[in-house]
């Protein structure tokens, strides 16, 4: 996942002036034409881009943890925390996309969704007959 790439798509395709650009990262042209090639970037960069692009990056982050990261087996579900648990049984509108897509392509099976995704065979079969798939 190159964040760099999706942000120059994304200043491309907003048609931000390189001025504007600059103003608000407190930086220069060439500092932030060096960001598109970075794979990962720090938070605060990150949300400033977000804020400046009006796009949510971090999300990509997000979807990347539901669709990659599966249940795991035996987790000890009683190690209480402070922090929130990651609800991976919540299904973006972009993650269904992303299923559909590539069972449509062919790249793979309604199987291999269910089986690689952690997605219950139903709820597949109920996002395909609600969604028209």
Known sequence: ??????????????????SRICSFLKCFEEEFISMYNEDNLDTNTLL???KL????????????????NPIKK??????ETQLS???KNIHMKEMK??????INKG???????????GIPKTTLY???KKDNY
């Open 48 to 50: 400033r881009w977000s």
């Open 53 to 68: 692009l009006e796009y949510d990056f971090f999300r990509i982050y997000s979807q990347h943890l539901i669709l990659y």
């Open 126 to 128: 109920a996002w395909m």
């Open 107 to 117: 790249e793979i099976t309604h199987r291999a969704a269910i089986k690689d995704y």
């Open 1 to 18: 996942m190159n964040i760099g790439e999706l942000i120059k798509e994304t200043v491309a395709q907003n048609e931000v002036e390189i």
């Open 97 to 102: 996309d992303h299923i559909h897509e590539k």
């Open 74 to 79: 035996g987790q000890n579900k009683n190690i």
């Open 85 to 87: 648990q990651f609800r």
